[in-house]
């Protein structure tokens, strides 16, 4: 789009002209002093060597338009001349004009605070400081928000009454049952990609029958939970921000306290507790679809049976291989639950937060996930199973 | 007051699925002047506001603006329309993401190519029109009152010095006190700049003390129009009612007996 200048593109130009009347030395504006012309009139004024006088005379006789900003504009030469020690009368043959400009005058306008900005790297380390302290206080309160839940849970315990069933059943069917198909989709095929890789790599050492070792093991310890989990974080997690955010937005949160509801135990403990539910029996479905996917594979580049696949299978699982990936889900649904629920809960005001929040909790919920994971691996390798 | 009619609508209709909310609606707004816009809950008051800054489309009818249909003149015409008057909705509308500043220049920077210090010159003197400390600029609108909202969207309203000016119940949630100081400055500002105001609004003082003529919405259309005293002794029962009612009687003493155009208490 073109700035335009005004509505009338043939409107005279804004001028101010300086005479030494009889006298006083007389400013004369003409043209037109509208917002459209502002630019013109400060460039114009700002050129001006204003006269030292005592008395001085500001003309608008010869102006066509004139708009608050165009008063504004008289005004502030007025005290300009003023401040040099002149005292300033106004030639104006419009009463109404006049008194704008005297509206303007008892008003006192000062100008907004200009932006102050500091250097590029003052900047940077500002940032620097202030998202280390934003991870400090984070983490503080994310602290003290999981206290708050494990007291919501006590609660429930002590008096199941608490518990938000039907809640809890809904979220169960949203972040669960609905996932169950995008999640099913992507282990099948990572199970089978895993599958035909390692077939290819295994074949050069004649040890084809192996692949199904690798994919039994990597996706019943490490795969099938992590995939499921980082799927249902970006998710369910970013859902449960957005939904907690906006209810925050609108003080519905605030609505709960004051009526005497405990917004953690009605809106977070059910989102955490259907999570930390649902995400081992997706993570089972996840195991399943991924060994599915290496199966076919293995028969149709392998030409192995089914029954010698499930044979190999069988033999390469130790005691623990399946409940090392089933016992991490747990954990990794309070985690994903948590944050979600937690960035939800830290919106404030604005709509542009909600979103903020919600990039904010799909991140960190899978950062989290993952340094789980790596602490998980460690554990275990420390306890040698 | 001269005759000269800035808006015009004509056999305007307006429907959402079978709730029919105008019909045949007529009604004239002149220059310079104070238009009350009364009317019950759900009679369309907002709706025929929306539908003159072109936020609804109708059905029917012809809106005349400025001596141009609106439906009928090209988008980059309409653009130069729109620049001429300002809006300021229920909730002040302001945008979140932006200072107060930052709000009230944006249709500046959009609009026009102004340097900057000139920009933060012309937003401080209409926050200050619009009755707001200066402090109030750097602010964000999550962290300010409602009535100091309203007068920062009646700012942002300003900023291009419109001529006329749009205002959907500006005193609606604001104390006595502010709602009062808000009548005082859309008188003001219509005497010193000139605007043309339409205004939605329930607030039978805001009537008493800023509007040369009200129309009343009902049945459909505007049903009755004029000054406070001419509609008194209009013979619609809701007219009656409206003007009569234990709420009009209070406001009425307290403005006396209204003359028409009346500004002072």
């Not at chain 1, 934003?134 to 849970?153: H, K, V």
């Not at chain 1, 192996?210 to 992590?226: M, Q, Y």
């Not at chain 1, 259907?274 to 030409?303: K, Q, Y």
Request: charged share 20%.
């Amino acid at each position: 789009m073109t700035k335009t200048s005004g509505h009338d593109g043939d409107e005279p130009l804004p001028d101010v002209a300086l005479t030494q009347g009889a006298g006083a030395p007389v400013l004369a504006f003409s043209g037109t002093f509208t917002i459209y012309h502002a630019r013109e009139a400060d460039r114009v004024l700002n050129e001006l060597a204003l006269p030292r006088a005592k008395d001085a005379v500001i003309d608008l006789s010869a102006v066509t338009r004139l708009d608050t900003t165009g008063a504004y504009l008289a005004h502030r030469t007025e005290l300009k001349l003023a401040a040099q020690g002149a005292r300033v009368t106004y030639r104006c043959p419009d009463e109404d004009w006049l008194s704008l400009i005297r509206a303007i005058a008892s008003h006192d306008a000062k100008p907004t605070e200009p932006h102050h900005h500091p250097n590029a790297f003052v900047r940077m380390l500002e940032r620097l400081g202030t998202s280390v302290i934003g991870i400090y206080d984070g983490a503080r309160d994310a602290l003290g928000f999981t206290g708050q839940i494990f007291e919501a849970l006590g609660r429930a315990i002590i008096s199941p009454r608490r518990l938000r069933f039907t809640s809890l059943v809904h979220h169960m069917e949203q972040a669960g049952i609905d996932a169950i198909p995008i999640v099913f989709m992507m282990s099948f095929l990572v199970g089978s990609v895993t599958a035909y890789q390692g077939a290819e790599q295994l074949a050069r050492f004649g040890a084809e029958v192996f692949t199904v070792n690798l994919v039994a093991v990597s996706f019943l310890r490490e795969v099938g939970i992590l995939l499921t989990a980082i799927m249902v974080a970006g998710r369910s997690g970013s859902a449960f921000t957005a939904q907690i955010g906006s209810m925050k937005m609108r003080e519905e949160i605030d609505a709960m306290r004051v009526l005497g509801l405990d917004p953690i135990e009605v809106l977070v403990l059910p989102r955490v507790l259907a999570l930390v539910i649902m995400l081992p029996f997706l993570g089972f479905i996840a195991d399943l679809a991924g060994m599915l996917g290496g199966g076919i594979v293995a028969m149709l580049e392998l030409g192995m049976s089914p029954a010698a696949y499930l044979d190999q299978f069988r033999a390469s699982l130790g005691e623990w291989t399946f409940w090392i990936g089933i016992i991490k889900a747990p954990v990794f649904a309070f985690l994903i639950g948590l944050i979600g629920c937690y960035e939800g809960m830290r919106v404030s005001g604005s709509a542009e937060s909600v979103g903020r929040r919600t990039t904010q909790s799909v991140v960190e919920g899978i950062f989290v996930v993952i340094i789980a994971d790596a602490f998980f691996s460690v554990m275990f390798a420390e306890l040698g199973i | 007051m001269s005759g000269d009619v800035i808006i015009s609508i004509r056999g305007l209709k307006n429907q959402f699925g079978a709730q029919v909310v105008h019909e045949n609606l007529d009604l004239d707004v002149y220059r310079g002047e104070v238009l009350g816009v009364v009317g019950g809950s759900g009679t369309g008051k907002s709706v025929l506001l929306r539908t003159i800054v072109g936020l609804n489309h109708a059905r029917q009818g012809t809106i005349e603006v400025f001596g141009k249909v609106l439906d009928d003149i090209p988008v980059r015409e309409r653009r130069a329309i729109e620049k001429r008057w300002g809006v300021l909705f229920q909730d002040g509308a302001l945008f979140s993401s932006l200072t107060v500043t930052q709000n009230v220049q944006a249709p500046l920077r959009e609009h026009l190519d102004l340097p900057q210090r000139l920009m933060d010159e012309i937003a401080g003197l209409k926050i200050a029109l619009a009755g707001l400390p200066a402090s109030a600029g750097p602010k964000f609108p999550s962290e300010l009152s409602g009535g100091m909202r309203k007068r920062a969207a009646l700012a942002r309203a300003l900023a291009l010095d419109p001529e006329i000016l749009f205002l959907d119940e500006p005193t609606a949630g604001l104390d006595p006190i502010g709602a009062a100081a808000f009548d005082e400055l859309i008188s003001r500002l219509k005497q010193t700049l000139g605007l043309t105001v339409f205004l939605v609004t329930h607030d039978l003082d805001t009537l008493h003390a800023t509007c040369d003529r009200i129309a009343v919405l009902a049945e459909r259309k505007v049903l009755a129009i004029g000054t406070i005293s001419q509609l008194m002794t209009h013979r619609h029962p809701w007219i009656q009612e409206y003007f009569h009612g234990p709420r009009a009687r209070a406001a009425e003493a307290a403005w006396g007996e209204a003359p028409q155009g009346s500004k002072e208490p």
